[in-house]
Every structure is written in C-alpha cells, then in structure tokens.
T-cell receptor, first 113, second 115 residues
Framework: GENVEQHPSTLSVQEGDSAVIKCTYSDSASNYFPWYKQELGKRPQLIIDIRSNVGEKKDQRIAVTLNKTAKHFSLHITETQPEDSAVYFCAASTPIDDYKLSFGAGTTVTVRA | DGGITQSPKYLFRKEGQNVTLSCEQNLNHDAMYWYRQDPGQGLRLIYYSQIVNDFQKGDIAEGYSVSREKKESFPLTVTSAQKNPTAFYLC??????????????FGQGTRLTVV
C-alpha cells in the first residue's frame, strides 16, 4: 500500500518567516494530496489539496507544490503568524484505494512571536 | 456545534475490558471512518464504512470491531484482543465516493487510556 513520509517532525520559525514541510510518497499512481491542520485540542481540518494534474496551488499564505517525478509534495506557509502554530498532516490517495487516505506522521509547527 | 461528534473526550478502562467509542454525525454523510493517532505515526485507518450496513477493515483492524446500523452512527469497539489500545481515536465522515472529490470532516477525538 501507499507509504507517506513527512519531514521534519517539528519545526520552529520566527513570526513572519516561511515554513516548509515536505512529504514523499511511495506509489507513483497516487493522484490526490491533501493537507490537514490540527490545532491543539481541536480536530484536523483540510486546509489545501492538490491533484496529480497540477504542479502548484496557492491559497493566500499557503501553497502546495507537487513533483511527480520525485514523488514528493510540499506545503509552504509564508509570513507565518502565531495562529499557524499547529500539527500539519500530509496525505495521499491512489486510484485503486480511492476511498481512503494514507497520512504522514505529522509536523508540529511552532511560530515564535 | 453540529457536524461530527465523538464521545466521551477521555475514557479510562481496565486492561481486558472491551470499550465502545461513540461517533455520530448529522451531516447526512454516507462514508465514515475510524483512525488511530499515535505520536510520531500520524493517522492510521482502522475501519471505514461507505454506506449503511457495510464496512471494511482498514490497515490496523485487528482487535477492533465496528457496526453501521444507522447512517448517523459508526461506533468503534476496542476489544481485549487489541494489544496496545491506549491511543487517541479520531472519527471522520465524508459525502462518500472518491476522497479527492469529498472533504473528510473529523470529530474532536477520544483519548483512550487502558490501565
């Protein structure tokens, strides 16, 4: 099955700086890559996603890039703010198992004021 | 708030006892999922159900059981056969079909501690 690895496991950034989280996946057929944000004590929520026919997608201060050749995708957060502090999970799904997501281990992002 | 509700938030049980975690949704979603979250391991799929009265094993189903008698409810039973049941359990629901076409909505989770 699909295996998703996520790095780094923790990330501390100064407010206003950028944060980048990278995920690699094992199944070259994977075609959908969402990112979820889980604030402390709250439920995970979808913040952005990308499909395999797109190389980059932006939504205000967050963007996701996909490199299908290298089988990796990344989340970029610019101009970080304290409310960006959370655990971020990447995930992937394949056409064969299109009912489920395989998640990475998560990255704990701390934005220092 | 409405949406998907898990109860209780914290649950303590003695080793060897079965325990059932509740998950209810009022989103009229067909699909429901149970995940287990452990430190450093992300979310792992335990069971999922695409429609009422039907469910399938996920990646780590051993020691767990589920039922889907109603569209709104997808309870998870952690049995005594589960060797390491202490964990944070998340329930999710979606409209159904391919995950790329539907967002998964999560409950707030139940932290189970077995002593």
């Amino acid at each position: 099955g699909e295996n998703v690895e996520q790095h780094p496991s923790t990330l501390s950034v100064q407010e206003g700086d950028s944060a980048v989280i990278k995920c690699t996946y094992s199944d070259s057929a994977s075609n959908y890559f969402p990112w979820y944000k889980q604030e402390l004590g709250k439920r995970p929520q979808l913040i952005i996603d990308i499909r395999s026919n797109v190389g980059e997608k932006k939504d205000q201060r967050i963007a996701v890039t996909l490199n299908k050749t290298a089988k990796h995708f990344s989340l970029h957060i610019t101009e970080t703010q304290p409310e960006d502090s959370a655990v971020y999970f990447c995930a992937a799904s394949t056409p064969i198992d299109d009912y489920k997501l395989s998640f990475g281990a998560g990255t704990t992002v701390t934005v220092r004021a | 708030d409405g949406g998907i509700t898990q109860s209780p938030k914290y649950l303590f049980r003695k080793e060897g006892q079965n325990v059932t975690l509740s998950c209810e949704q009022n989103l009229n979603h067909d699909a429901m999922y149970w995940y287990r979250q452990d430190p450093g391991q992300g979310l792992r799929l335990i069971y999922y159900s695409q429609i009422v009265n039907d469910f399938q094993k996920g990646d780590i189903a051993e020691g767990y059981s589920v039922s889907r008698e109603k569209k709104e409810s997808f309870p998870l039973t952690v049995t005594s056969a589960q060797k390491n049941p202490t964990a944070f359990y998340l329930c999710a629901s979606s409209i159904g079909g391919q995950v790329m076409n539907t967002e998964a909505f999560f409950g707030q989770g139940t932290r189970l501690t077995v002593v």
